[in-house]
Every structure is written in C-alpha cells, then in structure tokens.
C-alpha cells in the first residue's frame, strides 16, 4: 500500500509540474464553461424545457464528450508509455513493487488528476444558487457519480493502452479511438432493429448512461458495467507490465504458470456472468427530491398482480417540419426520457407482462392510420400524440394532455412548458381499464328533460358517452330511476333536469342510494317558464337530506371569466380546487363553469355524513340572485344584501358509511360535457376530464380519478440578461484564464 501511495503522490504532483497538465485543464474547464452557458442561456427561456442545467449538462451536448475525452485520453498517455521511451520502467520494476502496485498506483493518480479537473465545475451549482435556482441535489450527485465512474473505465483503458506502446501519441490515439467507438456505438439503437441487439446497444450507451445519471438515476447494471470494464481494463495493464519482468522463473508459484491464453478466458467468462447477472437483478434507484420516477406502491402491487399481459402502443412524433409540428415535437422530445423511464420501470415491475413499443407515425403511416380508424381516434388526438393499451378485447387511449400538466400563463392558458408529469396515473389507470373483465355499468336517467347521450347536437351528451365506452365502460339510458339498481348500474348519472321529478321518483332515487349505489348529479340552475322565477325539480330536498344545500343563484366570477362566453362562463385553477382525491390530477389544470348554481355543505351537518367542497369561485365571485340580471337586462354587480359573497362551492363530494356505504357528487352544472364544449369549438379545458374523475371516485376507482402530478424541476427559472452575461465571464473567459496563470506561474517557479 506504501507503494501504492508513493507513485500515485510522483505521478500527481508531476501533473501539475508540466505545463501540458495545466494546458489541458483550461481547455477542459473552458469547454465545460461554454457547455454551462449555453444550457443556462436555454433554459433561461420561458418556452425551455423542463428539468435543471446541471441535469442537461451531464452528457447533454458533444462539447461535454469532446471535453471528457480531452481528459481521459491526455491523463493516462504517459504514464507508463514514457517510462518505456526513458528507460526508467527497468529501476521501478526492480524495485520492491510488484506491477499490480505499479498499475493502480498509476490509475489512482491519473483519476486523481481527473476529480482535480472537475472540481471547479461545483462553482457552477454555487451560481445557480446564487441566483436564485431551486437546486435538486439528487440529480446532481448523480451527474458527479456517473462521471466519475466513466472517467475511472475511460482511465484505465488508457493505461492499459500506456502500457502497450512507448510513444505517447499511440497511446493518446489507441484510447481516443476505443472511446469514441464505444461512445458512437451507442447512436446505433435507432438503426438496430433486432429489440433483444438493440436492447444491448442500449445498456452499453453511454449516452444513456449519462442521461440516466444526470436525471438523477442510477442504475445498478450501469455500475456494475463501468466497474468490470475498470477491472479488466487494469488487469490487462497489469499483465503487460508483469511481462515486462521477463518470463516466470520455472521454480515460481503453480498459480503464476497458467498459461497466457486461458487467464484473458477467464476474466471475459466472469466479466460476461457477472453483467448478465447485473442485468437479471437491477436496481434503478431514484434520487430526485420528488421522486419523479419512482412508482408508488399501489402501482407496483397492481402491475405484479395484472391477470393477463398488456400492449401500449405509442405513437410519438420525433421531427416535423412546420412551425406548429415543430413546436409538437419539442414538446414529445421533452416528456420522451420521462416515458422511456416510466415504461421500463412498468415492465420490469410487471414481470414482462407490460409490453410496450415506440411509432414514429411518420415513418410509419399505415399502423397510425389503422389506429385511428381502430380506435376511434382523431385527426388532431394522433398529431398531439398518444399511447393505445390493449389487453385481450379492451382498450384505452392516452392523449399528451393525460400525461403531462402544463404551466399557466398569465391569464390562465397553458403554456408551453411542462409543470407536472402525470404519466404514472394516466398509464396505471389505462391498465386498469383494460385489464378489468368486470367493465362498469355507467346509467344516465332520461325523461325529465336530460341531454340525450346517443345525440351529438350541441346539447347532447353523445360525445361524452363515447369517451366512456372507449375506457371499456358501458353507457345506457334507464327511463326510470327505479330501475338503477335491478339494472346493474354502478353509477347513475342525473343531468341537467328541467322537468320535476314526482316523490315517487325522489323515494325510488333514496332506495337506491340507500342500497349502497353511487349517484353523481349535475343540476343547473332551473327556472320557471316565464323566467320569472327560480324553478325547483325535487332535487333539492333529495340533496338536504345527504348535507347539501342547492343554492337558487347563478355563481359569476369576473376575474376569472371567460373572454369569448362572457361572465357566466368562468375557469376554475389551482386555488379553486379543494383538497380531495377527485380533484388530486387537476392541479394545473384548468376547467371552465358554465352556467353553474351554487352547491356547498349545509350549515348543519347530517349525522354519519362527510360532505366536502371540491371546487369553489374565486373571493371575487359571488352567487348572483338578481333574476333580470341574469337574463341581461342589468348590469352584472354584486348585491351584498341579496347575493352569496364568494368564494362560492359549485361542486361537492358526499360519503356515507354503514352498512351500505355509499359516495354522491353534486355538481353546479351540467353543461360541462355538452357536445358544444367537446367538440373543438370552445376553448380547451379538462370538463371532461373532472366529469370523467367524479364517475371514477364513485366507482371505487381512485387510481383512474388520479394518483396525483409529480412536479418538474427547473433550476434556472427567470434568469436575467445580465446574469447569464455574466455567466459567460466568470466561467468561459475568467475560470479557464485563472487556471493558465497558475499554469504559468507553476511554469515560472520551475525556471527559477
């Protein structure tokens, strides 16, 4: 070990005593400066794309593989190529080491050398956090362990190449070209098209090893990889060197006679056992704050139980050539990493009974084509992008809008960056869909005026229909609520009444909730003929009974009104939204309330009954009561003596417990999924979406009402023009002109 020591201290120190040592370190830290800058200049951007610069700049660009390979190839060259030129490799082998000490004593000065070249890069995380960036260290760590462990393979295949030649050039040149093969091999597995050669490919990418590393994932085969090519790359440096000695003296150890052939045999044989072993019992751990990739454990449990296999399909594109296609395809290279991660951990957690496979549909029109017609997908559906699961005779499709949340702008429009990954919900709740051979039996009530959900006019309900039975749902109308239950309904819909229900229905609506069914009501406000008045249709008494008021109002909210539908139309955000289950994925989403009433908990609560507000106005609504205002004939303003000051509930859930437990939604509107605001020519919201949530929550299906977005990092958020000026001075020009001075001076030391 004392040996060890003493060469790994010559070899350092001789680093720094050389002005080509310190050459090489301003030209590393000066491409890595360039790197930093350009990610920071990027993702400075308001339309930049999620995740931090430290994480884009482990492996993002070819400037940070030209700067590595600058290190890697330069370092180790001399180390024992010079000792063969000067002759001095004969003294140090006579000497009482032995050439496993003489090679790692090496190895370990050199990766010394390299941990030296990147520590000023950690003052690249000190400005961004200076500036004000919400730094992840998890990723970053990552970023620093995944380069060390390259640097530490890419090292010892340069000594071992040191060890092969006297000239130091070949050996730069023997280790450059390895590196660079190994490297660009990685770019073939889009052009492989045997999956089990191009899932090797991929495993040996360093590409994707960087990109795992600097996401914050590290994964256990990537270690084991870089460790045995470490391993062997040293031991083969060892026996060249060993050879150097001369041939073994025929009286030496039986164990230092195996024959020259077999040892090379050997170390491949466990090289090669010990990696596929790797490959059969991973871990890929994440180290991300939020977890981004983990799975949750519901998820887990649910895929290691699937009763039969399933098939996504994903059709992504990669490059178009419009503006708008442009702008899609950014969007998909963004979240692609993110999928990729989510569908390996799916299939490894499933026992490869999750299949999935990636369509560029430009390279592959037919399959989309014969999607589309399939399945019922549009045009516009296909071009945004989208995963079809199947699974025997069911299936389920996933839109981009199902996998990601985006940023809001100013008034409340998504924006084009990403806030929040949703991709583990959307995927765990289309598994469920198709993997279910008990599909649900969703019922709307009909004869009291409802929409007509077969009807694709404006005011009917058929677009919505179809969107729950391709979930795999069944979607009938019963003409008599007494008949909810002897009809297997899991879900009765009442919707938009206009005609009063008789006590004969309102008792035969409470047996059936009373039994254990699930009701979702959607009441508008209802008036009389002459619109004189307030009309009541029984519902109201029914909603009293289970703790919930149904208010005689129109709730308005200006502040957040619609620009094109006029204030009876409002959005609701992320502050309207109440803590509950239904309304965990709608963070940032946004869903647009037309004509909606008040409905909200009773002052006085009912025994044995949990009301609980899912959505509300903001405090600058109110619950307008004036008839003639709503009708337009005055001007909209709020009443404090006659109207309900905001925030105003328009929504609530209802849970009841027993012996027959039971769940209720009340719902202010039932506009929400007319076919006028799902068929393109109102604004984009998710009113189908939280419609869609509610049925599931009362179906006891949580995972598909949403398992919750997980938030997407981004470390350089607002950066000013003048700091990213500054950016550039401090590490493009002043860090990398530092390191020459103190190259010179150590250069002027030496002279005197």
């Not at 180390?79 to 004969?90: D, F, K, P």
Request: with cysteine.
């Amino acid at each position: 070990m004392t040996a060890v020591v003493a060469i790994l201290r010559r070899e350092w120190e001789a680093y720094f005593r050389t002005t080509a040592g310190w050459v090489v370190l301003t030209l590393f830290l000066a491409l890595q400066g360039v790197v930093f800058w350009m990610f920071l200049r990027l993702l400075s951007s308001p339309d930049a794309p999620p995740g931090g610069v430290m994480e884009f700049f482990f492996g993002g660009t070819m400037m940070y593989w030209i700067a590595l390979a600058l290190l890697v190839t330069v370092a180790p060259m001399r180390l024992v190529a010079e000792e063969l030129r000067s002759g001095t490799i004969e003294p140090l082998l006579t000497a009482p080491v032995t050439a496993a000490e003489v090679v790692i004593g090496k190895w370990l000065a050199a990766m010394t050398f390299f941990a030296t070249a990147w520590v000023p890069t950690l003052a690249y995380v000190v400005y961004l956090r200076a500036t004000g960036a919400s730094l992840d260290a998890g990723p970053i760590a990552a970023g620093y362990l995944g380069t060390l462990l390259l640097g530490a393979a890419a090292m010892a295949v340069g000594v071992a190449a040191s060890a092969m030649t006297r000239n130091q050039l070949v050996a730069a040149a023997l280790s450059f070209v390895a590196f660079f093969v190994v490297l660009l091999g990685g770019a073939l597995e889009g052009q492989v098209r045997s999956p089990e050669l191009a899932a090797a490919v991929r495993r040996a990418s360093l590409f994707r090893m960087m990109e795992d590393f600097g996401h914050g994932i590290v994964d256990s085969r990537h270690v084991v990889l870089l460790a045995t090519v470490t391993v062997i790359a040293l031991l083969i440096a060892v026996v060249v060197v060993g050879r150097l000695r001369g041939p073994v003296a025929e009286d030496a150890p039986r164990a230092r006679r195996v024959p020259g052939w077999l040892a090379p045999i050997l170390v491949a044989a466990i090289a090669v056992m010990i990696n596929v072993l790797a490959g059969r019992h991973f871990v890929r751990g994440d180290w991300t704050r939020e977890s981004l990739y983990d799975l949750s454990p519901r998820t887990v449990t649910v895929l290691r139980a699937l009763p039969r296999p399933v098939e996504a399909t994903i059709f992504l594109y990669a490059n178009r050539d419009s503006d708008k296609a442009r702008v899609v395809a950014e969007r998909t290279r963004a979240i692609t990493g993110l999928l990729r991660e989510l569908i390996q951990r799916f299939t490894r957690d499933s026992g490869g009974r999750f299949h999935a496979v990636e369509i560029d549909p430009d390279r592959d029109p037919q399959r989309a084509e014969g999607a589309m017609k399939k399945y019922g997908i549009g045009p516009y559906e296909m071009s945004q992008g989208l995963v079809v699961f199947t699974s025997g005779n069911r299936s389920k499709v996933v839109n981009w809008e199902d996998l990601v949340e985006p940023e809001l702008d100013a008034e409340g429009e998504p924006a084009p960056t990403l806030r929040a990954w949703r991709g583990e919900a959307a995927f765990l709740s289309a598994v469920l869909t198709v993997t279910s051979d008990d599909p649900e039996r969703i019922c709307f009530s009909s004869g009291h005026g409802e929409p007509d959900i077969e009807s694709l006019q404006d005011g009917g309900y058929g677009t919505f229909a179809e969107e729950l039975r391709r979930d795999g749902d069944v979607v009938r109308a019963v003409a008599r609520v007494g008949d909810a239950a002897s009809a297997g309904c899991r879900v009765l819909v009442v919707a938009e009444v206009t005609q009063a229900f008789s006590a004969a229905e309102i008792a035969a609506l409470k047996t059936y909730v009373d039994g254990g069914g699930r009701l979702l009501v959607m009441l508008g406000p209802v008036f009389g003929r002459d619109g004189a008045a307030f009309a009541h249709v029984g519902l109201e008494d029914f909603a009293a009974a289970y703790g919930v008021r149904v208010g005689d109002d129109l709730v308005v909210d200006p502040s957040r009104a619609s620009d094109v539908e006029g204030p009876s139309v409002w959005a609701a955000g992320p502050t309207n939204y109440r803590p509950h289950p239904l309304t965990t994925r709608f963070g940032g989403r946004l869903t647009y309330w037309p004509r909606t009433r008040e409905i909200a908990p009773m002052e006085t609560p009912v025994p044995g009954v949990v009301v609980t507000t899912l959505v509300q106005s903001s405090p600058e609504g109110w619950g307008e009561t004036d008839l003639p205002t709503i009708r337009g004939e005055e001007d909209l303003a709020f009443d404090p003596a006659r109207d309900r000051k905001g925030p105003v509930s328009v929504a609530v859930a209802v849970e009841r417990g027993g012996a027959n437990p039971t769940r209720l939604v009340f719902l202010g509107t039932g506009r929400l999924v007319m076919n006028v605001r799902l068929g393109g020519l109102m604004l984009r919201d998710y009113d189908a979406d939280f419609v869609a949530s509610a049925i599931a929550w009362l179906s006891d299906r949580e995972a598909r009402a949403g398992v919750g977005p997980k938030p997407i990092g981004r470390t350089a958020p607002g950066l000013t023009v003048g700091e990213v000026s500054w950016a550039f001075r401090l590490f493009v020009l002043a860090l990398p002109l530092l390191t020459i001075i103190a190259g010179a001076v150590t250069w002027w030391r030496r002279r005197q």
